[in-house]
């Protein structure tokens, strides 16, 4: 790690953007470079309103290998459970949809990014579909007490909740949901701002960039560099609260879902990512 990127961080921790900006003048690999253009365009962090840089983000890189292996286990979890009724929470464009095997299935879809949900809905032609534009807190919160999803599912979207309001949204959801399936990345249990965490920060994130040739600037300034800062500086718009894998099983289970498993998926440049499976206890079931 240079020295410039470590007192980048450290000045974005400390929410002093002029330090940063100054400390990544002074170098040229691809993080240095990706956070001085997004320091200096003074952006607002958002990323999934205006999908272009998350869509190629997610289209190249390891990207590809690790959609693979999430179509994979979730594959496995339909066979296994036979689904009528599908919830897909934070469903994105709905690639993590792409194994159900066929279209007798209920598909309820929850995604706040209207670009990213009609992309959702497009992929699903054939299938019943009830698309919710907006976000799962006050979706699950209003869910009538004889909904039943046979299969709930979220991949890499459940970090985008604060983890106080993550413990609300699965604690309504428990007695609607048959099996929870989520997919999210095992991160390492690092104290915010040491020196351990901007290590991790600056090695995973030049990897990451390093993945992406034509791409980079588009998927750096518009989704990659916004996540950096955003879990950094104080008060910045915030697009992740990750946690490591144990600590996600533990929540699952504090929320009342049982026989909680955790399957490791796929190696990954940020860290690896893994399936966390679990029962829920539905009150009722809905006749189709
Ligand atoms: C990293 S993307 C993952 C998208 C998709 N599940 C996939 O695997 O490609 C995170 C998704 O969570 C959505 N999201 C953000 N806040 C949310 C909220 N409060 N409720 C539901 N979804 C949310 C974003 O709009 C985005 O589509």
């Known amino acids: 790690m240079s020295d410039y990127i470590d007192e980048a961080l450290k000045a974005l921790a400390d929410g002093d953007i002029d330090r940063a900006r100054e400390a990544v003048s002074g170098g040229r690999t691809p993080l240095l470079?990706?956070?001085?253009?997004?320091?200096?365009?003074?952006?607002?962090?958002?990323?999934?309103?205006?999908?272009?840089?998350?869509?190629?983000?997610?289209?190249?890189?390891?990207?590809?290998?690790?959609?693979?292996?999430?179509?994979?286990?979730?594959?496995?979890?339909?066979?296994?459970?036979?689904?009528?009724?599908?919830?897909?929470?934070?469903?994105?464009?709905?690639?993590?949809?792409?194994?159900?095997?066929?279209?007798?299935?209920?598909?309820?879809?929850?995604?706040?990014?209207?670009?990213?949900?009609?992309?959702?809905?497009?992929?699903?032609?054939?299938?019943?579909?009830?698309?919710?534009?907006?976000?799962?807190?006050?979706?699950?919160?209003?869910?009538?007490?004889?909904?039943?999803?046979?299969?709930?599912?979220?991949?890499?979207?459940?970090?985008?909740?604060?983890?106080?309001?993550?413990?609300?949204?699965?604690?309504?959801?428990?007695?609607?949901?048959?099996?929870?399936?989520?997919?999210?990345?095992?991160?390492?249990?690092?104290?915010?701002?040491?020196?351990?965490?901007?290590r991790f920060l600056a090695e995973a994130y030049e990897r990451g960039l390093t993945e992406y040739d034509a791409d980079r600037a588009l998927v750096a300034q518009g989704f990659l560099m916004p996540v950096l800062t955003g879990q950094l500086v104080p008060g910045a718009t915030r697009a992740t609260w990750e946690q490591p894998a144990s600590r996600w099983a533990a929540q699952v289970a504090r929320a009342g879902f049982t026989d909680v498993h955790v399957t490791p998926l796929h190696d990954y440049w940020w860290s690896p990512a893994f399936l966390l499976t679990a029962s829920g206890s539905p009150a009722a079931a809905t006749p189709r």
């Open 33 to 198: 470079t990706a956070l001085a253009a997004y320091l200096d365009a003074c952006a607002d962090g958002s990323v999934y309103d205006q999908p272009a840089a998350f869509e190629a983000f997610i289209d190249g890189g390891g990207n590809v290998g690790l959609y693979r292996e999430v179509t994979s286990a979730l594959a496995d979890v339909y066979a296994r459970v036979r689904p009528s009724r599908v919830l897909d929470i934070g469903c994105g464009d709905g690639r993590a949809l792409r194994a159900l095997a066929s279209t007798d299935v209920a598909v309820t879809l929850v995604e706040p990014s209207a670009a990213l949900l009609d992309a959702a809905v497009r992929s699903l032609d054939g299938f019943e579909v009830d698309a919710r534009h907006g976000r799962v807190e006050p979706f699950a919160a209003g869910l009538p007490a004889d909904a039943v999803f046979d299969v709930a599912q979220s991949t890499f979207a459940l970090h985008t909740l604060p983890h106080e309001v993550r413990d609300g949204v699965l604690a309504d959801l428990v007695g609607h949901v048959g099996v929870l399936a989520v997919v999210e990345f095992d991160v390492p249990d690092l104290v915010h701002g040491s020196p351990e965490h901007r």
